[in-house]
């Protein structure tokens, strides 16, 4: 069995990351698409008042969503920074950026099926932030030493 080296795991996180912020970035220019060419199934109307609470909501979510999955990440990124360099390690920081990009990815995708169902073009902010999130996070070769190395 060929042993997986420290670029492979970071060319698999590239891609990974690239595959859920491509994702999101084309299912959202899809929704837009429909909704600006009036094909959209727009299951209902909110009235002017529960617009504005469902965007808190949706960005309270954004927030909370990053917020858990920055804790999680890191908790888990601290009990890996005693273990040794090696294929565990690196799975299981894998898991954690994982778990980190899926909670992350949960409340943009909500927020372009709101759109998509209400055309209500605020809503398309929390996506937007949430791909800029995504973008920020890029895995690259000095956050895994950053987040790896022993504190």
């Given at each position: 069995?060929?042993?997986?080296?420290?670029?492979?795991?970071l060319?698999?996180?590239?891609?990974?990351?690239?595959?859920?912020?491509g994702?999101?970035?084309?299912?959202?220019?899809?929704?837009?698409?429909?909704?600006?060419?009036?094909?959209?199934?727009?299951?209902?109307?909110?009235?002017?008042?529960?617009?504005?609470?469902?965007?808190?909501?949706m960005?309270?979510?954004?927030?909370?969503a990053?917020?858990?999955g920055?804790?999680?990440?890191?908790?888990?990124?601290?009990?890996?920074q005693?273990?040794?360099?090696?294929?565990?390690?690196?799975?299981?920081?894998?898991?954690?950026?994982?778990?980190?990009?899926a909670?992350l990815?949960?409340?943009?995708?909500?927020?372009?099926?709101l759109?998509?169902?209400?055309?209500?073009?605020?809503?398309?902010?929390?996506?937007?932030?949430?791909i800029?999130?995504?973008?920020?996070?890029?895995?690259?070769?000095?956050?895994?030493?950053r987040?790896?190395?022993p504190?």
């Amino acid at each position: 069995m060929a042993q997986t080296t420290t670029g492979m795991y970071l060319r698999t996180l590239q891609i990974l990351h690239l595959a859920l912020v491509g994702g999101q970035a084309m299912f959202l220019l899809l929704a837009a698409g429909l909704v600006l060419s009036g094909k959209s199934p727009r299951a209902f109307v909110l009235p002017a008042d529960t617009g504005h609470i469902l965007v808190l909501v949706m960005y309270l979510l954004a927030f909370g969503a990053l917020a858990a999955g920055n804790r999680l990440f890191n908790r888990k990124v601290t009990a890996l920074q005693q273990q040794p360099a090696g294929e565990g390690k690196y799975s299981s920081y894998r898991a954690a950026t994982i778990i980190r990009y899926a909670l992350l990815e949960a409340p943009s995708l909500i927020g372009i099926v709101l759109f998509m169902l209400t055309g209500d073009y605020v809503l398309l902010g929390v996506p937007l932030l949430v791909i800029a999130v995504f973008v920020w996070l890029r895995p690259s070769r000095k956050a895994i030493i950053r987040d790896l190395k022993p504190a």
